[in-house]
């Protein structure tokens, strides 16, 4: 059974800063190309980061600089290092695991408030 759990997710002002972690299961985690997506209300998920089994990142313009992904592939886990964090950044952010299928964690909110 492949499970994706987030962890990490909580209440930060602006500013400040989050890691996110993505603990997978049932996979052969360093095949796949690990994802961060985010949802915010109202609106559609879009790719934050994605870090591929050799490690190359992309990420999504707008976030590029403030936000650093990472696999450890020992411990199954992607991490998503989140700086400079903004109310903007608020969402609920999925772990996605994509190889010859995709799987998607069950998300974590952020919420960046004063």
């Known amino acids: 059974q492949v499970q994706l759990v987030e962890s990490g997710g909580g209440l930060v002002q602006p500013g400040g800063s989050l890691r996110l972690s993505c603990a997978a299961s049932?996979?052969?985690?360093?095949?796949?190309?690990m994802g961060w997506y985010r949802q915010a209300p109202g609106k559609q998920r879009e790719l934050v980061a994605t870090i591929t089994s050799a490690g190359s990142t992309n990420y999504a313009d707008s976030l590029k600089g403030r936000f650093t992904i990472s696999r450890d592939n020992a411990q199954n886990t992607v991490f998503l290092q989140m700086n400079s964090l903004k109310p903007e950044d608020t969402a609920v952010y999925y772990c996605?695991?994509?190889?010859?299928?995709?799987?998607w964690g069950q998300g974590t909110q952020v919420t960046v408030s004063s």
């Open positions: 049932g996979i052969a985690f360093r095949m796949y190309t």
């Open positions: 996605n695991a994509d190889y010859i299928r995709a799987y």
